[in-house]
T-cell receptor, first 114, second 118 residues
Framework: KAGVTQTPRYLIKTRGQQVTLSCSPI?????VSWYQQTPGQGLQFLFE???????NKGNFPGRFSGRQFSNSRSEMNVSTLELGDSALYLC?????????????FGEGSWLTVV | AQKVTQAQTEISVVEKEDVTLDCVYE???????LFWYKQPPSGELVFLIR??????QNEISGRYSWNFQKSTSSFNFTITASQVVDSAVYFC???????????????FGKGTKLSVIP
């Protein structure tokens, strides 16, 4: 079956702009989470959504937001982009929420802020 | 607070050699889950294994094996007879049952970059 799908795969934005990234989870998966990966900080948890509700949020400023739709698709948005937001953004899905579930990741969206 | 340490930043081995990737974790929970993921250059994190804190049995899957030892808080990963296709960054991750509000997040180590030289 299809894996986690993320769009766009690559994008370049200018400082101050905003960006929206999309994620389609594995069919039947209701939990979607987002992670940011940078060379300096590694992989860091952004937030998790389950049944259209944000269940948990990592230590990121309010410029980072997300949402989940009734079909479990998710989007994340970063406003007022900064150079430090350049990163690989990974979306992941699992059947349910809670640590007993295995999380499956997509290929990510590579964001470059210039 | 939970923490995962992968002390080996980069490892290079010659094809067919065995290699072990180390992972040490810290947690105050008695119930937790440990994971290994593989990240090839494409970026996708590929799930390899999940272990819960109550299951200390070692696991073998083909050329891959995992050694979980609660006494030393370690969850090491061994690749036997390495192949060029094993070249990737490998991440160890931890999730605690008490993450809060029934939610779910992984804490990752910094990763180990494995290069298998033909």
């Amino acid at each position: 079956k299809a894996g986690v799908t993320q769009t766009p795969r690559y994008l370049i934005k200018t400082r101050g702009q905003q960006v929206t990234l999309s994620c389609s989870p594995i069919s039947g998966h209701r939990s979607v989470s987002w992670y940011q990966q940078t060379p300096g900080q590694g992989l860091q948890f952004l937030f998790e959504y389950f049944s259209e509700t944000q269940r948990n949020k990592g230590n990121f400023p309010g410029r980072f937001s997300g949402r989940q739709f009734s079909n479990s698709r998710s989007e994340m948005n970063v406003s007022t982009l900064e150079l430090g937001d350049s990163a690989l953004y990974l979306c992941a899905s699992s059947k349910g929420t809670g640590p007993g579930n295995t999380i499956y990741f997509g290929e990510g969206s590579w964001l470059t802020v210039v | 607070a939970q923490k995962v340490t992968q002390a080996q930043t980069e490892i290079s081995v010659v094809e067919k050699e065995d290699v072990t990737l180390d992972c040490v974790y810290e947690t105050r929970d008695t119930t937790y889950y440990l994971f290994w993921y593989k990240q090839p250059p494409s970026g996708e994190l590929v799930f390899l294994i999940r272990r819960n804190s109550f299951d200390e049995q070692n696991e073998i899957s083909g050329r891959y094996s995992w050694n979980f030892q609660k006494s030393t808080s370690s969850f090491n990963f061994t690749i036997t007879a390495s192949q060029v296709v094993d070249s990737a960054v490998y991440f160890c991750a931890l999730s605690e049952a008490g993450s809060g509000a029934g939610s779910y997040q992984l804490t990752f180590g910094k990763g180990t970059k494995l290069s298998v030289i033909p």
